[in-house]
């Protein structure tokens, strides 16, 4: 596979429910982002991860945990969600040191009930 | 506060007529500026990105954005749509020197639909 994946493409939840988000990256870079787009809004960037650091966390309500275990993978942990966290949440990655566009996977799109 | 404007929701244009996509930021400091493209059901997909030097920079799939420091804009073109063009665009700037770590961190528009017909 090339370029960035992400699993599910699609995801329906309940409240209660625990679920996560996989995010692969294949192009060797050493930063990693998740990003919400809801309509009509900018994108909203949520976590940064720099060498599998954190380095941004934008005021996300702890029901969204990330993790960062290797510079290729990220996820992000749902749980006790709200139907306004219904959106389509995208991965990104980048190379750092310059200014490097990002590049992104196809989204998950999320409906909590 | 920083913020990137995109004054337009949704722009419609005749297959092979020129269309622009509008784009003003506000940034402290020099921006480097950027525009994706978003088909249906994908994620976003990067056409250019301005660092410095000539104003007038060209990307992918035909496309061309000017950059206007006085006027603190970017507006994307094209001299003649294609139906195949039609799709979401966003507008994105990074603020000179604002990044944390080897991150890039963006600041995006809320997104312009381009619609092209046939």
């Known amino acids: 596979e090339t370029g960035v994946t992400q699993t599910p493409r699609h995801l329906v939840m309940g409240m209660t429910n625990k679920k996560s988000l996989k995010c692969e990256q294949h192009?060797?870079?050493?930063?990693m982002y998740w990003y919400k787009q809801s309509a009509k809004k900018p994108l909203e960037l949520m976590f940064v991860?720099?060498?599998?650091?954190?380095?941004e966390n934008n005021s996300v309500p702890s029901r969204f945990s990330p993790e960062c275990p290797n510079s290729s993978h990220l996820f992000l942990h749902l749980h006790t969600l709200q139907p306004e966290d219904s959106a389509l949440y995208l991965c990104?990655?980048?190379?750092?040191?310059?200014?490097?566009?990002?590049?992104f996977g196809p989204g998950t799109r999320l409906t909590v009930l | 506060a920083q913020s990137v404007a995109q004054p337009e929701d949704q722009v419609n244009v005749a297959e092979g007529n020129p269309l622009t996509v509008k784009c003003t930021y506000s940034?402290?400091?020099?921006?480097?500026l950027f525009w994706y493209v978003q088909y249906p059901n994908r994620g976003l997909q990067f056409l250019l990105k301005?660092?410095?030097?000539?104003?007038l920079v060209k990307g992918s799939y035909g496309f061309e954005a000017e950059f206007n420091k006085s006027q603190t804009s970017f507006h994307l073109k094209k001299p003649s749509a294609l139906v195949s063009d039609s799709a979401l665009y966003f507008c994105?700037?990074?603020?000179?020197?604002?990044?944390?770590?080897?991150?890039?961190?963006?600041?995006f528009g809320t997104g312009t639909l381009l619609a092209v017909q046939p």
């Open positions: 990104a990655s980048s190379q750092g040191g310059t200014v490097n566009e990002q590049f």
């Open positions: 192009l060797g870079h050493n930063a």
């Open positions: 991860y720099s060498l599998e650091e954190r380095v």
């Open positions: 940034v402290s400091g020099n921006p480097y």
């Open positions: 301005y660092i410095t030097g000539d104003n």
């Open positions: 994105a700037v990074r603020p000179q020197g604002y990044y944390g770590g080897a991150t890039n961190k963006l600041i």
